[in-house]
């Protein structure tokens, strides 16, 4: 058989098209085994655009309120304590004012401000950082403004422990199983695996249900927690009201954790004579 | 052209053939998962019914599962319509596991097959997959058998 240049090309750039265009088509075709109008969010889920929350300090006073709120986090979502620093998980956790808000300590400001412990956790920023380095999307933005976490995809690269500028990533150098209590494990939540970055999800799967983060709830009112886009939220009213400093703003990640430092200690100001 | 030690050869493959494919010769129409229909009726009977029916449950309960991880993390929709118009809220642990809750009863009650122990794991060990899923998800209290 003989075939000319110009039926060779022909015949090739046909099979081209067929392969190309065929697998397209099959790839389109094939679908999940679920359709997409199957799946539908909770009704009585709480929504918002921009969740944050307002932490008013003078009212987190003694050291068991703060612990008191810590450990709910850390109970309902099966955060291990192995009792050292350097495989500590931490969701929610303290710190002086001179680490939480460097560059605004002086050596004038109050003692007590010195040496109170400070209620950190995740910032979920408008621009978070670790979002922007996760090589494999495993941290993400969601609508709601929280900054999620998919322990699925997660593969341990610490990218994003890296990028964090307020140390709220932390990695399971061990498995954590070992270091709960089996007896106090909450089975309606996974306790993750070792080799993954975790951190403060603002309470999803509680938001879902319609109930506010489990900090917020055993604050007694110093944690206030609203949609920062709703003018006429609680938490908006507050921010109005008073003022209130984040953790690091000049870095740009729009922070929305705000702290009330303690403006009302003094109503009546000294007169400068 | 003449073969060496052609007979030898010959017969030498044709054992080689018949060791390597002898596991198939012997697991010939033996299903390693049997449904039994009384247990199914049984089921049923009670009220126990999964979100999807188990012939659909059986062999795509994995990219079922698939689909609700993304729904839920990646979406945020937590609400399942099955195809009985039933809702569920999209949850391994606390939805599946309801059920689930003892990989030994939950599967002897509808597989009834002496050639496997009848557990979740039982299965999945005679299909040869290792389901990682409860590394992180807290996994049901098997009873000791």
Not at chain 1, 13 to 38: E, F, N, P
Not at chain 2, 9 to 19: A, M, N, T
Not at chain 2, 40 to 52: D, F, T, W, Y
Request: with cysteine.
């Amino acid at each position: 058989m003989s075939m000319n240049r110009r039926e060779f090309l022909k015949i090739a750039g046909i099979s081209t098209i067929a392969g190309i265009g065929g697998t397209a088509l099959a790839i389109g075709l094939r679908k999940g085994v679920l359709d997409a109008a199957q799946t539908a969010p909770d009704t009585g889920a709480l929504t918002g655009k921009r969740w944050g929350i307002a932490i008013d300090m003078n009212k987190l006073k003694s050291e068991e309120n703060i612990k008191r709120v810590t450990d709910a986090c850390h109970s309902i979502h099966n955060v291990p304590d192995f009792s050292n620093t350097k495989d500590e998980v931490k969701w929610i956790w303290t710190e002086t004012f001179e680490h939480s808000f460097p560059g605004q300590e002086h050596k004038f400001m109050p003692e007590d401000m010195k040496r109170k412990p400070f209620l950190l956790l995740c910032n979920h920023c408008d621009n978070p950082a670790c979002v922007r380095v996760c090589p494999t999307k495993a941290t993400f933005k969601r609508k709601d403004g929280i900054v999620m976490q998919d322990m699925h995809r997660c593969i341990g690269c610490r990218f994003c422990m890296a990028a964090c500028p307020f140390g709220a990533r932390s990695f399971n150098y061990r498995d954590p199983r070992t270091g709960l209590n089996p007896e106090k494990i909450n089975p309606e939540f996974p306790t993750r695996t070792k080799g993954v970055v975790e951190k403060c999800t603002f309470c999803y799967e509680r938001l879902a249900k319609g109930i506010k983060p489990a900090c917020v709830e055993e604050s007694n009112g110093a944690l206030v927690f609203g949609d920062l886009d709703d003018p006429a939220s609680e938490i908006r009213r507050i921010l109005a009201s008073k003022y209130t400093i984040r953790r690091k703003p000049e870095l740009g990640t729009e922070p929305n954790i705000y702290y009330i430092i303690g403006g009302n200690d003094y109503a009546v100001v000294p007169e400068i004579k | 052209m003449k073969i060496y030690d052609g007979g030898k050869i010959f017969v030498g493959l044709i054992i080689f053939v018949g060791l390597v494919t002898s596991p198939f010769f012997f697991n010939r129409g033996k299903s390693n998962i049997v449904r039994d229909p009384k247990a199914a009726q049984m089921m049923q009977s009670m009220g126990l019914q999964c979100v999807e029916p188990k012939a659909f449950m059986l062999p795509n309960h994995m990219q079922l599962l698939d689909e609700w991880r993304d729904s839920v993390v990646r979406k945020g929709n937590r609400l399942y319509k099955a195809s009985d118009g039933k809702n569920y809220v999209m949850s391994f642990q606390n939805t599946c596991m309801n059920c689930h809750s003892d990989k030994n009863e939950s599967c002897n009650a509808c597989h009834n097959n002496l050639a496997i122990k009848h557990t979740c794991d039982g299965c999945h060990n005679s299909i040869a997959v290792k389901p990682y899923c409860w590394d992180c998800h807290i996994a049901p209290k098997e009873k000791k058998s």
